[in-house]
């Protein structure tokens, strides 16, 4: 099933069990360059999810949710998938994994973020709990859309394991574990937080970064609104129901009024039973927003990939000048600046030539391997700036794109829960005006 | 007993000039109880009177047939309209005085009626001086049911008693009381009533020189009687009036209820806007669209204010109102069960001294009649009760459903709006990809 947008062409289409708005939003968010580079001919889906028990790693008896992926061929020609996809069963942790390897393996990607692991901003009356059906379907979607993003990424879609991920059943695990990205992912995470100073940072991922903060700062300030609204929405509508029961126990000792009570009564309950249905609509339009929210940590990570970037190739040509100017020290024999060398040969006596001459050349080797160093270091940071940017100018408008989409259907729901409000209330009306 | 068909007074409103008989005709009159200071003719003589609900007159009482013929007289509206006595309450202003602080209400009326030296009349009148007509009317007219005026006490500090607000919903309801007293065939004509619209100055001491010029005194004995059965019609009325006030307590609480919860929604509502304008200014593409969602929570959070508002001032009010009124309603049930109690004792109190050949004396008669217009005047009442209670209540639940389909249709106006910019926006960008 193709969709017509008028620009990019569509890359996949996932799970035709989805709910319009739904099917809507993914089919947006696959949305791919012309000649793009995502996983052709292949359909994904998480179709189902399932509850499972086992001993885990420590013998102990636990509950969990698998989920299952399928992929279907489409055909190059006819473009038509075939009926029966290849399906197979991963974890929530499973995906945690394999997003790891992709955060170390492609550190200039924006890479897409998975489904909360834990819900949160969460008003009263939605459950908390992870095994609650409907977090489990929100995130079953939430993980289809990780995918089919995965999918649709210029990069990312060509990574093998990615297609492992996919269809390999057995032995998954091992392949990723072979690549060896878990020890990266150690020394990633401790370069990330790291603190140091850059001399001359790009200003663009500067901006980035800061960009990324606010971005994540008046995304969780919305959530948190939004949360505490619902809460008391769903509070306004629901004490509309009393009236449903006063109304009909006032009919009971009316003779002319009774009928219209009574009708306008049941008005009153199904305006209240409707507040359900729109907070579950408004959910969706909260896991839009959850998405951006944990890509921006995606974003800060490549922001700071580059400094941490930017801040090798400084030290290393800071090396490799301080190793110069020691050459020069000794071969003119004037002291420029300050070193502990220089102090305790003035204090101990002057080196003999040959010790000089050793010393020389050992500083010269020293030198050209810091030379090749500032090469590599500078040609890595060119190359990732390079890639890095290009990411993020693709993200931003990917972002600029989902979250318009994001507003147009919230506006939409807003007019629907308007629109039902005016019938709800018209039918009372005429109600009324039988008494 | 009864007579022929009854039929109602031309000034209660409800049949057409055909339909109602020449008063001198026979079978049909109405008798006041209330007593009348310019009329002392007795009745009009005629057997087989009966009042609209099929029972027997009176005779006994003094009635004002020259009224009568007033009233009835005036009756020559060509389109039905068979009122003669238009009262309207407005223009509230504020007196300061070193004593106290009060609001006065102009009370304008206009009216043919001859029991009036004027045709028109405008005084001014303060919620002292409508209380006073209340107990008066409840007084006088202990057979009727007196409408209920807007409650006297307000705390202090909670409700401004010098708001627009409070002010225009006491207006509205003191206007209600007027004119409901107005539209009465028998309240209408009370002379503290004609004494409150007309008197330049109502000095209160007046209307007390009043009541105790007046011939009969009207004051039941309450008290002290039991009733041994009370006929069904009347126990029905005080069911219902029991489970009627306790329905509308309920719908009380719920409403306050809903403005509760309407305004905590609306302080959490109002948080959205400066998020979305703060995200805008962050933004370069989603700015307009962000700023846009912000103008919108602002627009639907003006209008909910608006609702709560509304609800807090007309409907509530009204509800108190009818509260207030089924309280004096069951007072009044009250009175006539005593008055039935004490007329059954008297009797049999005579029938267990005396034979059956001597009459029966004037006071037990005096109470027989005192039970049967009590009786008629309630049922009248009753009836007229119900259907303006019908009417108020169509009028302010229809209302409390306008007031939602309004609120609903302004933030549909502010979402509606909204679309065409972010559209527009996202099909541009179409185009130039």
């Not at chain 1, 949710?65 to 075939?82: F, P």
């Not at chain 1, 394999?98 to 969460?122: G, H, I, M, Q, W």
Request: charged letters at 30%; hydrophobic letters at 35%; aromatic letters at 8%.
């Amino acid at each position: 099933m193709m969709a017509d947008t008028g620009s990019e062409d569509v890359a996949v289409i996932g799970n035709t069990d989805q709910t319009p708005s739904e099917l809507q939003n993914n089919i947006k968010n696959t949305m791919v360059e012309k000649g793009g580079t995502l996983l052709k001919g292949l359909e994904i889906s998480v179709a189902e999810a399932e509850k499972r028990t086992g001993k885990n790693a420590v013998s102990i008896q636990e509950t969990y949710t698998v989920y299952l992926i399928e992929t279907r061929a489409v055909d190059n020609v006819s473009e038509v998938a075939n009926p029966t996809p290849d399906s197979l069963w991963r974890r929530y942790s499973e995906f945690e994994i394999f997003r790891n390897y992709l955060l170390v393996t492609y550190p200039f990607v924006v890479v897409p973020p998975l489904p909360e692991k834990r819900a949160e901003f969460v008003w009263h009356k939605l459950s908390a709990d992870n095994m609650d059906p409907d977090f489990v379907e929100r995130r079953r979607v939430g993980l289809e859309n990780f995918l089919l993003r995965v999918a649709s990424h210029p990069v990312l879609s060509n990574d093998k394991i990615f297609y492992s991920f996919l269809t390999q059943e057995q032995g998954w695990k091992e392949v990723v574990f072979e690549t060896g990205f878990q020890a990266k992912a150690d020394s990633r995470l401790k370069a990330l937080n790291a603190t140091f100073r850059v001399k001359n940072p790009d200003k663009r991922f500067a901006e980035m970064k800061h960009y990324g903060d606010e971005l994540q700062s008046v995304i969780s300030q919305l959530l948190r609104v939004r949360a505490r609204v619902a809460d008391r929405l769903y509070g306004v509508y629901k004490v509309h129901g009393n009236y449903g029961r006063v109304f009909s126990e006032w009919s009971a000792i009316e003779k002319e009024m009774g009928d219209g009570l009574q009708s306008a009564g049941h008005h009153m309950d199904a305006y209240a039973a409707s507040i359900d249905d729109i907070l579950e609509e408004e959910e969706h339009y909260a896991d839009q927003l959850k998405e951006y929210l944990f890509y921006t940590e995606a974003l800060r990570a490549v922001c700071r990939k580059h400094e941490l970037c930017q801040f090798e190739l400084e030290m290393a040509a800071q090396d490799l000048i301080s190793k110069k100017q020691q050459r020069e020290e000794l071969a003119t024999g004037t002291v420029r600046t300050f070193s502990l060398k220089g102090m305790t040969s003035k204090l101990f006596g002057q080196e003999t030539p040959e010790q000089r001459e050793t010393k020389l050349k050992t500083l010269e080797t020293q030198i050209e391997e810091g030379e090749e160093m500032v090469k590599e270091r500078t040609a890595e940071c060119d190359e990732f700036v390079k890639n890095a940017w290009e990411d993020i100018e693709r993200f931003r408008e990917q972002k600029d794109r989902d979250l318009k989409e994001a507003l147009i259907s919230y506006a939409i729901m807003q007019i629907s829960m308007c629109k039902k409000g005016i019938q709800v209330w018209n039918n009372a009306k005429e109600c009324f005006s039988k008494m | 007993m009864s007579a022929g068909t009854p039929k109602s007074l031309p000034s209660s409103g409800q049949k057409s000039i055909q339909e109602i008989c020449h008063p001198l005709s026979a079978e049909e009159s109405i008798l006041s109880p209330s007593p009348d200071l310019g009329n002392t003719i007795s009745s009009t003589g005629e057997k087989d009177l009966s009042l609209p609900n099929g029972n027997a007159v009176d005779t006994s009482s003094p009635a004002s047939s020259s009224s009568l013929l007033n009233r009835l007289q005036l009756d020559d509206d060509l389109d039905g309209e068979t009122r003669d006595l238009f009262v309207t309450v407005d223009d509230p202003k504020k007196h300061v005085s070193t004593m106290e602080t009060y609001i006065t209400y102009r009370v304008s009326t206009k009216t043919t009626r001859t029991e009036f030296d004027l045709p028109e009349y405008s005084v001014r009148r303060r919620y002292q001086d409508f209380d006073w007509l209340r107990s008066k009317l409840e007084d006088s007219q202990p057979t009727h049911l007196i409408p209920p005026l807007p409650e006297k006490f307000v705390m202090k500090g909670v409700v401004d008693r010098f708001s627009e607000e409070f002010v225009e919903t006491r207006r509205k309801a003191l206007d209600k009381f007027l004119k409901r007293v107005a539209d009465h065939p028998v309240l209408s004509f009370n002379e503290h009533f004609n004494v409150f619209l007309s008197a330049k100055d109502l000095n209160k001491r007046q209307g007390l020189a009043l009541l105790s010029k007046m011939g009969e005194s009207v004051k039941y004995v309450t008290g002290g009687y039991k009733l041994r059965a009370r006929p069904i019609e009347f126990a029905a009325m005080g069911e219902y009036l029991d489970i009627f006030t306790q329905k509308l307590g309920t719908i009380d609480r719920i409403a306050q209820r809903i403005i509760k919860e309407q305004s905590e929604y609306l302080v959490e509502l109002r948080e959205y806007s400066p998020v979305y304008s703060s995200w805008a200014s962050s933004e370069e593409e989603l700015q307009e669209p962000l700023d846009g969602v912000a103008a919108c929570m602002a627009n639907c959070c003006s209008g909910l204010e608006e609702l709560t508002e509304e609800m807090s001032e007309d409907f509530l009010p009204v509800l108190r109102e009818y509260i207030l009124y089924v309280e004096s309603m069951k007072n009044v049930l009250k009175k006539r069960d005593q008055v039935q109690a004490e007329y059954e004792t008297k009797l049999e109190a005579v029938a267990f001294r005396e034979d059956r050949k001597t009459p029966v004396p004037t006071d037990v008669e005096k109470c027989q009649d005192r039970v049967e217009c009590f009786n008629a005047d309630l049922k009248a009442d009753w009836d007229r009760w119900q259907n303006n209670k019908r009417q108020d209540f169509r009028q302010l639940l229809t209302g409390m459903a306008d007031k939602n389909i309004q609120y609903y249709e302004k933030c549909l106006a502010a979402w509606e709006s909204l679309i065409p910019l972010l559209q527009d926006k996202q099909e541009a960008r179409a185009d130039t990809n």
